[in-house]
T-cell receptor, first 117, second 113 residues
Framework: DADVTQTPRNRITKTGKRIMLECSQTKGHDRMYWYRQDPGLGLQLIYYSFDVKDINKGEISDGYSVSRQAQAKFSLSLESAIPNQTALYFC????????????????FGPGTRLTVL | AQSVTQLGSHVSVSEGALVLLRCNYS??????LFWYVQYPNQGLQLLLKYTTGATLVKGINGFEAEFKKSETSFHLTKPSAHMSDAAEYFCAVRSGGYNKLIFGAGTRLAVHP
């Protein structure tokens, strides 16, 4: 089973609709992240969470919100989707600093391809 | 503020040829540097990382990268390309102490027979 899962894997929606993308992890990591990927731009950080009670905005948080329902679950919502939010969305996790040698490494889910018409 | 520049959005090599993917960074603090690979329709996988210590870092699938502070570079190399290396490669730098990653725009590697 995959350590970081994302649902749905593909979604087509219309302008103005509310959309939720979900991420679950079985790695036991405290830190979780949401990125969007656009061609030629790499990955940009939307939100990140260091634990259930600690949520922070990333570089491009406008138009998005998140919820950390549990250590293992981190959801991304688009309150009112618009076409320029069409992108590939990735969830990632990492250990907290000092927890083993791998704490700097982020582990990515398979992505959700979102199309807003 | 940290930033990453990957020179060349597309690189094409012949099977068996040297692979060189370029990455330059800017950072006001000692950087932690990463290379990730993305195969078609998949998420990103860590290839290798530099944190401290030896400046030549070996990763999976025969890739390696050398941290050169004087050149602010962290170029990725592989002596002999294989068809299975065709993918998109991302260089990233850790931003500050909070494990946020700043990614480059990516380089798509094509390998032809």
């Amino acid at each position: 089973d995959a350590d970081v899962t994302q649902t749905p894997r593909n979604r087509i929606t219309k302008t103005g609709k509310r959309i939720m993308l979900e991420c679950s992890q079985t790695k036991g990591h405290d830190r979780m992240y949401w990125y969007r990927q656009d061609p030629g731009l790499g990955l940009q950080l939307i939100y990140y969470s260091f634990d259930v009670k600690d949520i922070n905005k990333g570089e491009i948080s406008d138009g998005y919100s998140v919820s950390r329902q549990a250590q293992a679950k981190f959801s991304l919502s688009l309150e009112s989707a618009i076409p320029n939010q069409t992108a590939l969305y990735f969830c990632a996790t990492s250990d907290s600093p000092g927890v083993g040698q791998g704490s700097d490494t982020q582990y990515f889910g398979p992505g959700t391809r979102l199309t807003v018409l | 503020a940290q930033s990453v520049t990957q020179l060349g959005s597309h690189v094409s090599v012949s099977e068996g040829a040297l692979v060189l993917l370029r990455c330059n960074y800017s950072s006001s603090v000692p950087p932690y540097l990463f290379w990730y690979v993305q195969y078609p329709n998949q998420g990103l996988q860590l290839l290798l990382k530099y944190t401290t210590g030896a400046t030549l870092v070996k990763g999976i699938n025969g890739f390696e990268a050398e941290f050169k502070k004087s050149e602010t570079s962290f170029h990725l190399t592989k002596p002999s390309a294989h068809m299975s290396d065709a993918a998109e490669y991302f260089c990233a730098v850790r931003s500050g102490g909070y494990n946020k990653l700043i990614f480059g725009a990516g380089t798509r590697l094509a390998v032809h027979p």
